[in-house]
């Protein structure tokens, strides 16, 4: 159980483990219990930490910090409840312990109470003589009730205490972001820089905010910058991919997402960002490479479809686009525009019943547009489904009121039904408005003729 410690590193785990082997009860002093706890809390034996707990608490009754230990155990178990009563019979014994207070404050925050965290985290910051992990927390608290002015004064204590606390840094520019404060980011990022000038991450981050507001030339500036810092530093690289290829500068562009391939493993998203440059320059076979490689190592990659499939119905592929778009709902079935783009390809290839299908999944997904319940209507038509037509239609009326493109396709419908007063009501009010749409207009020859 033990193996990565000997006897002679560790005797006390020692003793406790053939305390456990033959029964017996031996005695520890609370120092030693607290290493074997920590060490099987370190390790996930979270039952021999329980049962060293137990141990311990049974030999020294108000050690506070076997209870603290204790409390820590119930709130991975989520017994909130009962480590707040634990922690409030700990204050009562240790009123100045820091823990207590963070503890309390963790647990309301898990309960979404943050002015109460706040609260508490206030008293422990009043006891500690290192408050950069209390700031962070209270950052964090104010940024949960999206108080962006409170939560950025403390994101920027502690990256003033520590220049090199980047998670503090990247909330406090989140912040500014929330508050459109992008001068002061630019400050904050440019006196980082003083301190620290080879700081690929300060570098970064202001070509970020340049580019937000416009400042392309320093923008890519930064970019350079923080590659100077840091040569493998990938991120770089593709911002700056991106914001060659925004510039129009596609082929620079490629060479910086190539050249970020070189430090990690193969990245879906860069081959996307290549395949879009390669189409943009004509290159299509290189193109479709990137595109098809992009969705070999992520098969969700959605945009990698889509540009694919987009790709082939611009060159009339309509085949090939099929086989594409319905090998990319097999790990992408509840994508919208993946089903709005099936029914468009198979009613470009008279697959109607196919189109109908793909028209009723991206409606029951959300998407409500025109075009997606008129590709429907048509398919049920030319298909001489015209009682189902006319209930799509009149579904779609819901959405589209008083659409004469639907209500032109209604009186079609009637009029095919049999219902041709009704039909040609309908059709005398809309006639004025309505360009007759030409793959649907041999089905009413004699309504049109009105």
Not at 332 to 355: C, V
């Given at each position: 159980?033990?193996?990565?410690?000997?006897?002679?590193?560790?005797?006390?785990?020692?003793?406790?483990?053939?305390?456990?082997?033959?029964?017996?009860?031996?005695?520890?002093?609370?120092?030693?219990?607290?290493?074997?706890?920590?060490?099987?809390?370190d390790?996930?034996?979270?039952?021999?930490?329980?049962?060293?707990?137990?141990?311990?608490?049974?030999?020294?009754?108000q050690?506070?910090?076997?209870m603290?230990?204790?409390?820590?155990?119930l709130?991975?178990?989520?017994?909130?409840?009962?480590?707040?009563?634990?922690?409030?019979?700990?204050?009562?014994?240790?009123?100045?312990?820091?823990?207590?207070?963070?503890?309390?404050a963790?647990?309301?925050?898990?309960?979404?109470?943050?002015?109460?965290?706040?609260?508490?985290?206030?008293?422990?910051?009043?006891?500690?003589?290192?408050?950069?992990?209390?700031?962070?927390?209270?950052?964090?608290?104010?940024?949960?009730?999206?108080?962006?002015?409170?939560?950025?004064?403390?994101?920027?204590?502690?990256?003033?205490?520590?220049?090199?606390?980047?998670?503090?840094?990247?909330?406090?520019?989140?912040?500014?972001?929330q508050?459109?404060?992008?001068?002061?980011?630019?400050?904050?990022?440019?006196?980082?820089?003083?301190?620290?000038?080879?700081?690929?991450?300060?570098?970064?981050?202001?070509?970020?905010?340049?580019?937000?507001?416009?400042?392309?030339?320093?923008?890519?500036?930064?970019?350079?910058?923080?590659?100077?810092?840091?040569d493998?530093?990938?991120?770089?690289?593709?911002?700056?991919?991106?914001?060659?290829?925004?510039?129009?500068?596609?082929?620079?562009?490629?060479?910086?997402?190539?050249?970020?391939?070189?430090?990690?493993?193969?990245?879906?998203?860069?081959?996307?960002?290549?395949?879009?440059c390669?189409?943009?320059?004509?290159?299509?076979?290189?193109?479709?490479?990137?595109?098809?490689?992009?969705?070999?190592?992520?098969?969700?990659?959605?945009?990698?479809?889509l540009?694919?499939?987009?790709?082939l119905?611009?060159?009339?592929?309509?085949?090939?686009a099929?086989?594409?778009?319905?090998?990319?709902?097999?790990?992408n079935?509840?994508?919208?525009?993946?089903?709005?783009?099936?029914?468009l390809?198979?009613?470009?290839?008279?697959?109607y019943?196919?189109?109908?299908?793909?028209?009723?999944?991206?409606?029951?997904?959300?998407?409500?547009?025109?075009?997606?319940?008129?590709l429907?209507?048509?398919?049920?038509?030319?298909?001489?489904?015209?009682?189902?037509?006319?209930?799509?239609?009149q579904?779609?009326?819901?959405?589209?009121h008083?659409?004469?493109?639907?209500?032109?396709?209604?009186?079609?419908?009637?009029?095919?039904?049999?219902?041709?007063?009704?039909?040609?009501?309908?059709?005398?009010?809309?006639?004025?408005?309505?360009?007759?749409?030409?793959?649907?207009?041999?089905?009413?020859?004699?309504l049109?003729?009105?």
């Amino acid at each position: 159980m033990f193996d990565n410690l000997s006897e002679d590193t560790n005797p006390s785990l020692s003793k406790f483990e053939k305390m456990l082997k033959t029964n017996q009860v031996l005695f520890f002093d609370a120092l030693e219990f607290e290493n074997i706890i920590h060490h099987y809390i370190d390790f996930a034996q979270f039952n021999l930490a329980k049962k060293a707990i137990k141990m311990g608490m049974d030999q020294h009754p108000q050690n506070v910090e076997l209870m603290l230990l204790k409390s820590e155990i119930l709130l991975f178990d989520g017994e909130h409840k009962e480590a707040e009563d634990l922690l409030v019979e700990i204050e009562r014994i240790s009123p100045e312990h820091e823990e207590v207070f963070l503890q309390r404050a963790n647990i309301f925050s898990k309960k979404k109470n943050h002015p109460k965290a706040i609260k508490l985290l206030e008293k422990a910051l009043e006891l500690t003589d290192e408050p950069i992990e209390i700031w962070n927390l209270m950052g964090m608290e104010y940024l949960f009730l999206e108080d962006y002015i409170r939560a950025k004064q403390y994101f920027y204590q502690c990256i003033q205490e520590n220049s090199f606390d980047y998670q503090s840094l990247y909330n406090l520019l989140y912040c500014y972001e929330q508050l459109g404060e992008n001068t002061e980011a630019i400050n904050t990022l440019n006196n980082l820089l003083e301190i620290n000038p080879y700081s690929e991450v300060a570098w970064h981050q202001l070509g970020k905010i340049y580019i937000r507001i416009n400042k392309f030339e320093e923008a890519l500036s930064a970019f350079e910058f923080a590659i100077i810092s840091d040569d493998c530093f990938t991120g770089a690289y593709i911002e700056k991919g991106k914001l060659l290829e925004k510039m129009g500068r596609i082929n620079e562009a490629i060479e910086n997402y190539v050249f970020s391939l070189n430090f990690n493993d193969p990245n879906a998203f860069v081959n996307h960002r290549i395949g879009l440059c390669h189409l943009k320059l004509g290159n299509d076979k290189l193109a479709v490479k990137y595109l098809e490689e992009s969705i070999k190592l992520e098969p969700n990659h959605e945009n990698s479809w889509l540009a694919l499939i987009d790709f082939l119905i611009d060159t009339n592929d309509y085949f090939k686009a099929k086989y594409y778009v319905n090998k990319s709902l097999q790990s992408n079935s509840d994508s919208r525009e993946l089903w709005k783009k099936s029914a468009l390809i198979h009613f470009h290839l008279n697959f109607y019943m196919e189109t109908s299908v793909a028209c009723e999944t991206t409606i029951n997904l959300g998407d409500h547009n025109a075009d997606i319940w008129t590709l429907w209507v048509d398919s049920l038509m030319l298909t001489d489904d015209w009682q189902r037509a006319l209930e799509i239609g009149q579904k779609a009326l819901q959405f589209h009121h008083k659409n004469p493109s639907f209500l032109f396709r209604m009186a079609g419908c009637k009029y095919r039904l049999g219902n041709k007063s009704e039909a040609f009501h309908i059709f005398d009010k809309i006639k004025n408005n309505i360009k007759i749409p030409r793959n649907i207009k041999h089905l009413f020859t004699e309504l049109i003729k009105i």
